[in-house]
């Protein structure tokens, strides 16, 4: 029988051999530069799926359209509430990606990065917040199941160092500790080096060294933000968010590490109980007394939800839905707080129309796709010219050197046309294409530039990436395919 001891030491002291791969000795990249599945997972540490590698100009024209519907219209109009990300009829369904869009989407919104869209870039009203959700099949069926997700999405992704829910947490104890500080004190803070204020608000032990500078308590912190969440609700904040709040001191992200400890984050009958109450009565004061000015839910992906639902479930939800963000007496409905973006596949209209109606959305966001264009925002038809540009942003992010950058090396001038073209212009299988392709060639020893000639006879062969299955679903007549009610 093995030492399991000694296995571990060797294990423990060994040092990784140097090894140049074909990557590196052929094409002059630390490796695969394509993801070899182009599937986006934010939670992945993979650049090549999380959206860390994203080209900002391939989606330029549809972010200035996202901004000017959804965040400041040049017009002066209110930005619209409900409304749409969809694809041009002709850019195919899924794999044209929509959810990298939407990911940078989210972080523009919550990091302000408006380039020269705004008139007035300090605005306090592009001040909003943002999350990107990707619902699961047949686990978000329900309203206040969308609503865990949120809350779970908030809680776990990571913009720069921080999770958005702590990123509210610093904005939080800022907007109270301004309350809380005499003109001279509040011109102290301002003068203070960013980057060690930033710090002190990240969490709650720096935060009570920062208040302690002031002749400040965290009791006196913590009197101050219930009354200003009070206010801003109109008193009609949720019991036990409350008191789960208060218990932590005012600190989001530990309260929903005690939700974890005690298994409140997954209880399924505490969420169905007080779930969007948590959300409308709860997080959203949070949020507004932070100095936000709106919050933009990007649900990504919503025949996930739509496709496995009964035809009850389907009715229920989208009530809920126009209830709790555009209907119902809260603070967040009277001052336009909640909007929500929903990416739609181009065949699920068909289905989606009759119940939108029934419950009263199509008011709010016309699905008639005469009426919708100012509330939706239309992804277009990719290019060759787009994609090529798109395939050399991910391989100028492996490269050793700065030589080829912004080249299509190691391919030769015009080599990813034929790829381009079998992947019927989509990038996901643009990316699937060109991941094999070097794949192959780093196999076969293959020198650069790779040429048309090596990359048609793989397109030849015949080898292609397999389709998922509501594609192959929405395909189908609109007789055939949805799940029995």
């Not at 909003?128 to 809350?151: G, Y």
């Not at 009070?230 to 600190?251: I, M, Q, V, W, Y």
């Not at 381009?420 to 020198?447: H, M, N, T």
Request: aromatic share 10%; hydrophobic share 40%; net charge negative.
């Amino acid at each position: 029988m093995p030492n399991i001891i000694q296995r571990q030491q060797r294990l423990q002291g060994a040092t990784p051999a140097v090894q140049r791969s074909p990557y590196q000795e052929l094409y002059g990249l630390r490796e695969n530069p394509f993801p070899v599945m182009a599937l986006f997972s934010s939670s992945s540490d993979d650049p090549r799926q999380n959206g860390e590698i994203y080209d900002l100009e391939f989606r330029h024209p549809e972010e200035k359209e996202f901004f000017e519907r959804f965040v400041q219209p040049p017009t002066g109009d209110v930005p619209a509430r409900l409304g749409f990300v969809r694809l041009d009829p002709q850019a195919g369904g899924r794999g044209n990606g929509k959810s990298a869009f939407l990911h940078h989407l989210m972080r523009r919104v919550n990091s302000q990065e408006w380039n020269n869209w705004s008139v007035d870039r300090e605005s306090p009203d592009l001040f909003a917040l943002a999350v990107h959700v990707l619902p699961e099949p047949r686990r978000q069926r329900r309203f206040w199941q969308l609503v865990r997700l949120i809350f779970e999405t908030l809680a776990d992704q990571t913009l720069g160092n921080n999770t958005i829910l702590a990123d509210i947490d610093s904005n939080f104890r800022a907007a109270v500790l301004l309350n809380l500080l005499d003109q001279t004190q509040q011109e102290q803070l301002s003068q203070r080096d960013a980057n060690k204020t930033a710090t002190a608000l990240k969490t709650r032990e720096a935060f009570v060294a920062l208040l302690e500078e002031f002749g400040l308590t965290l009791a006196a912190f913590v009197d101050q933000g219930m009354r200003q969440l009070r206010e801003t609700n109109g008193g009609a904040l949720d019991p036990t968010f409350s008191k789960a709040l208060l218990d932590s001191g005012l600190d989001l992200s530990a309260m929903w590490r005690q939700w974890e400890e005690n298994g409140i984050a997954v209880s399924d009958y505490q969420w169905r109980k007080n779930g969007t109450a948590w959300l409308i009565n709860g997080l959203v004061p949070v949020m507004m007394a932070a100095g936000y000015r709106r919050f933009i839910v990007l649900l990504d992906e919503f025949e996930k939800i739509y496709l496995y639902q009964a035809a009850r479930e389907r009715e229920e939800f989208l009530d809920e839905l126009r209830q709790h963000f555009f209907e119902r007496s809260s603070a967040a409905v009277r001052r336009g707080f909640l909007s929500m973006v929903l990416t739609i596949h181009p065949s699920i209209q068909r289905y989606l129309r009759d119940v939108w109606t029934r419950v009263g959305l199509e008011s709010l966001a016309p699905l008639d796709p005469s009426r919708m264009a100012q509330q939706a925002v239309t992804l277009g038809a990719s290019t060759i010219e787009k994609l090529t540009k798109l395939l050399i942003v991910y391989m100028d992010a492996f490269r050793l050197t700065e030589q080829h950058k912004g080249s299509v090396y190691p391919f030769a001038e015009g080599a990813l046309n034929p790829a381009i073209e079998a992947a019927k212009f989509y990038p996901r299988d643009s990316l699937w294409f060109a991941c094999q392709l070097i794949r192959d060639a780093a196999d076969k020893g293959v020198p650069a530039p790779l040429t048309a000639d090596f990359v048609q006879a793989f397109v030849a062969s015949g080898v292609r990436p397999s389709a998922e299955s509501d594609d192959v679903l929405f395909q189908l007549p609109a007789t055939e395919g949805m799940p029995s009610e």
